[in-house]
């Protein structure tokens, strides 16, 4: 399956990096040295060659070159075909994004990726939850994030070059203002997603204080929490369901 973004570039994909196998060959071979050629009589013998083990681990650690191993995610189903593929083309696009973001050296820029990385996963995330919001993103998968790894590509091409000259200045300008107002849209379209679930809940909250209301117990819940806060006082208070028998 070919996994490549919008714009033809293969994402990056992300890696771990371990320690050389080496740096175990030379701890273990530091205590087989040890020995063979000092005696280990006691606890402290033990301790001193497994010091001298971890030293040499950690030297050779510093001086060897990490093992780097790709890190493979397990593709996220949710059950519809349109929400697996926006959320698989999202983390496709912040996989890249942040392979771009480490390339940049300015700390505005870099604090305002980081902020929109923050907030797509947070859409993602929604998107995982309730698929039947996947449509909300078409936009931000078709335009938004392809444009703003565009951009954020250029502006370290630029900082590379040193950011002078009115053009290059004006330029990284611009996409520094850009990727700001992107930040502020993309929380509110995040907000926006969750406004219809707000309505439900409020609705909600407004059926169950109807619903006490109604039975008389909306008074008693609140003597009861001055019952509890006034405690000490030994007052004694009646809920309002009691009168009525029930």
């Known amino acids: 399956m070919n996994n490549q973004t919008k714009d033809g ?32 009589y006691r606890i402290s013998d033990y301790l001193l060659m497994l ?16 093992e780097v191993i790709e890190i493979k995610e397990e593709p996220v189903v949710t ?28 700390a505005n820029v870099q604090s305002s990726l980081l902020s929109i990385d923050g907030t797509v ?7 995982q939850d309730d698929p039947k919001k996947a449509p909300m993103v078409r936009k931000l998968m078709s335009y938004y994030l392809p444009t703003l790894i565009k951009l954020a590509d250029y502006y370290r091409k630029l900082e590379l070059q040193g950011g002078e000259g009115e053009n290059i200045a004006g330029s990284m300008d611009r996409i520094e203002e ?38 008389g117990l909306t008074g008693g819940l609140l003597d009861m929490q001055e019952a509890t806060a006034d405690e000490e006082g030994g007052i004694t208070l009646t809920l309002h369901g009691e009168e009525n028998g029930l």
Request: some cysteine; proline content about 5%; aromatic content about 6%.
């Open 79 to 106: 059950g519809d075909m349109l929400a697996d593929s926006a959320v698989k083309e999202g983390k496709a696009y912040l996989a890249r994004l942040a392979g771009i973001r480490t390339g940049i050296k300015a």
């Open 121 to 127: 996963e947070k859409i993602l995330a929604a998107i």
């Open 51 to 66: 010091g001298c083990a971890c030293l040499g681990w950690e030297a050779a650690s510093k001086l060897l070159p990490p």
């Open 178 to 215: 850009n990727l700001g107002q992107l930040d502020l849209a993309l929380r509110k379209q995040l907000d926006l997603m969750y406004e219809r679930d707000a309505l439900d809940i409020s609705t909600d909250i407004t059926v169950m204080e109807n619903m006490l209301a109604r039975e």
């Open 9 to 40: 570039q293969q994402p990056a994909p992300k890696v771990k990096k371990l320690a050389s196998p080496w740096c175990y060959y030379i701890a273990g071979g530091i205590c087989l040295l040890w020995a063979l050629l000092f005696p280990l």
